[in-house]
């Protein structure tokens, strides 16, 4: 009988375990059908509806220093080739008449997204200059304490279009909303290697025999263009001899998830060219690369997201160092979605330092792109003290403006005790660079 007892808890809890995974699925199922527009992965426009409820701090507790960083709005596609080279193979078919009816309709689109991103690449559209002004606007109604005369301001980006042009936009919101102001902003390559590190060892072993033929097998059970290409031509032969089937559906996939930025927003879609499983398809393998190059898979060795160690270690240098000042600071930092991505992961937060082989299941666990790195994303350290004489500094961490769960116990959760924090994630960065050195010495 008491065998029959174990026996049976152990199958109640693989079950509830089963069961667990099972909802999380369905649960980022449930939010792509709510906004289809998650179903653009890392492309996805981060909502700037009203942030959830904070927790209240512990008594007494006040926010005294927040450390930002950031990714770029919406923005025009950085490679013209997704309008250029889809607008001449569909202008092509058509001069060709091998078009159907929804392939002439879906050449007209096109033309319009084409030619409102013209000469634009990589500029901010006009939603994510709104988006990073009103992400701002939040982030000043939600901490007031930090938002006083007497504040500081840093605000940097790295060296690229679109990154500064969300600085910019931040700023003339913080601007227009304090007065006076007492902020500068930058833009240069010298802060680098903690805004976008570099590691070539890292990143060559990114994509490695093992990974590329999991992921090659992993594409290949998720992909069937057939249904879609004989929507669009009439000439299935056409399709086989002169167009790369693939490509084009992954170029109109980026392209759909790209109309949510431009002017066209709610005027049309593209998601509608393909079916609701078609979709889960292409955001499947979206998300699984994304996972391989900056999050904790194994099959590479699980150390992707390591590439934000120097990320991390400022923050941390950055936290102490702000323990005794008097006056609130804030550095707003933004730079690209991987670097977003990868230290959401180093820092495991809400579990996305999940570390599995097994690309079908990140479903399973709720790994999704969408939720760690949309246009727009970003991960917020807020610190807390009583006054400047508090041994007790607390952090708080938001993901995207919401409460993050840290991998360390606390007892006053969503907010962690800063020597526990800054002592988990100094032993972690030290094993690793533990680890690789031991490896360089054998």
Same mark, same amino acid.
């Given at each position: 009988?008491?065998?029959?007892?174990?026996?049976?808890?152990?199958?109640?809890?693989?079950?509830?375990?089963?069961?667990?995974?099972?909802?999380?699925?369905?649960?980022?199922?449930?939010?792509?059908?709510?906004?289809?527009?998650?179903?653009?992965?890392?492309?996805?426009?981060?909502?700037?509806?009203?942030? %959830?409820?904070?927790?209240?701090?512990?008594?007494?507790?006040?926010?005294?220093?927040?450390?930002? $960083?950031?990714?770029?709005?919406? =923005?025009?596609?950085?490679?013209?080739?997704?309008?250029?080279?889809?607008?001449?193979?569909?202008?092509?078919?058509?001069?060709?008449?091998? &078009?159907?009816?929804?392939?002439?309709?879906?050449?007209?689109?096109?033309?319009?997204?084409?030619?409102?991103?013209?000469?634009?690449?990589?500029?901010?559209?006009?939603?994510?200059?709104?988006?990073? @002004?009103?992400? /701002?606007?939040?982030?000043?109604?939600? =901490?007031?304490?930090?938002?006083?005369?007497?504040?500081?301001?840093? /605000?940097?980006?790295? /060296?690229?279009?679109?990154?500064?042009?969300?600085?910019?936009?931040?700023?003339?919101?913080?601007?227009?909303?304090?007065?006076?102001?007492?902020?500068?902003?930058?833009?240069?390559?010298?802060?680098?290697?903690?805004?976008?590190?570099?590691?070539?060892?890292?990143?060559?072993?990114?994509?490695?025999?093992?990974?590329?033929?999991?992921?090659?097998? =992993?594409?290949? +059970?998720?992909?069937?263009?057939?249904?879609?290409?004989?929507? &669009?031509?009439? *000439?299935?032969?056409?399709?086989?001899?002169?167009? *790369?089937?693939?490509?084009?559906?992954?170029?109109?996939?980026?392209?759909?998830?790209?109309?949510?930025?431009?002017?066209?927003?709610? /005027?049309?879609?593209?998601?509608?060219?393909?079916?609701?499983?078609?979709?889960?398809? !292409?955001?499947?393998?979206?998300?699984?690369?994304?996972?391989?190059?900056?999050?904790?898979?194994?099959?590479?060795?699980?150390?992707?997201?390591?590439?934000?160690?120097?990320?991390?270690?400022?923050?941390?240098?950055?936290?102490?160092?702000?323990?005794?000042?008097?006056?609130?600071?804030? %550095? +707003?930092?933004?730079? %690209?979605?991987?670097?977003?991505?990868?230290?959401?992961?180093?820092?495991?937060?809400?579990? $996305?330092?999940? !570390?599995?082989?097994?690309?079908?299941?990140?479903?399973?666990?709720?790994?999704?792109? =969408? @939720?760690?790195?949309?246009?727009?994303?970003?991960?917020?350290?807020? !610190?807390?003290?009583?006054?400047?004489?508090?041994?007790?500094?607390?952090?708080?961490?938001?993901?995207?403006?919401?409460?993050?769960?840290?991998?360390?116990?606390?007892?006053?959760?969503?907010?962690? %005790?800063?020597? *526990?924090?800054?002592?988990?994630?100094? @032993?972690?960065?030290?094993?690793?660079?533990?680890?690789? &050195?031991?490896?360089?010495?054998?």
């Amino acid at each position: 009988m008491k065998k029959l007892l174990i026996a049976a808890a152990l199958a109640s809890a693989a079950l509830s375990g089963a069961s667990a995974q099972d909802s999380k699925a369905l649960m980022i199922e449930k939010e792509v059908k709510a906004d289809i527009n998650r179903a653009a992965g890392m492309f996805y426009a981060r909502s700037t509806s009203k942030p %959830h409820k904070d927790t209240p701090a512990p008594k007494g507790k006040k926010p005294f220093y927040i450390n930002h $960083y950031g990714c770029p709005g919406p =923005f025009y596609l950085d490679k013209s080739e997704y309008y250029t080279e889809t607008y001449a193979t569909f202008a092509k078919a058509d001069s060709l008449g091998k &078009l159907t009816k929804l392939g002439k309709d879906v050449l007209q689109r096109i033309t319009l997204l084409a030619q409102d991103a013209k000469d634009r690449d990589g500029e901010l559209t006009e939603r994510g200059a709104q988006q990073s @002004r009103t992400l /701002v606007k939040q982030m000043i109604d939600r =901490f007031p304490d930090m938002f006083t005369p007497k504040g500081y301001y840093s /605000v940097r980006s790295v /060296v690229e279009n679109r990154c500064i042009m969300t600085m910019q936009e931040g700023l003339l919101q913080l601007s227009s909303s304090l007065r006076p102001i007492v902020a500068r902003s930058k833009a240069s390559q010298q802060e680098r290697r903690f805004m976008d590190p570099v590691d070539d060892e890292l990143t060559s072993q990114r994509i490695d025999s093992l990974t590329s033929i999991t992921y090659e097998r =992993f594409t290949d +059970l998720n992909t069937n263009d057939n249904r879609l290409m004989s929507s &669009l031509f009439n *000439d299935m032969n056409y399709v086989m001899t002169s167009i *790369d089937a693939a490509k084009l559906s992954k170029q109109l996939f980026i392209l759909a998830g790209n109309v949510q930025h431009s002017s066209y927003a709610g /005027v049309f879609s593209l998601f509608d060219i393909f079916t609701p499983e078609e979709i889960h398809r !292409h955001w499947r393998k979206q998300n699984a690369w994304h996972y391989i190059n900056y999050g904790g898979c194994k099959l590479n060795g699980g150390w992707q997201a390591y590439l934000q160690r120097s990320t991390l270690r400022n923050m941390i240098h950055m936290g102490d160092s702000m323990v005794k000042r008097y006056n609130p600071l804030m %550095h +707003l930092r933004y730079t %690209h979605a991987n670097v977003i991505m990868s230290l959401a992961c180093l820092m495991d937060l809400n579990g $996305y330092g999940l !570390h599995t082989a097994n690309l079908d299941s990140l479903e399973d666990y709720g790994w999704a792109n =969408f @939720r760690i790195a949309p246009l727009g994303g970003s991960i917020m350290m807020i !610190h807390y003290r009583t006054d400047r004489d508090d041994p007790d500094v607390l952090v708080k961490v938001l993901l995207n403006g919401d409460e993050a769960t840290l991998p360390i116990p606390t007892d006053c959760a969503p907010y962690y %005790h800063w020597q *526990d924090v800054k002592r988990y994630y100094l @032993r972690k960065l030290y094993r690793y660079e533990n680890r690789r &050195l031991n490896n360089k010495r054998r």
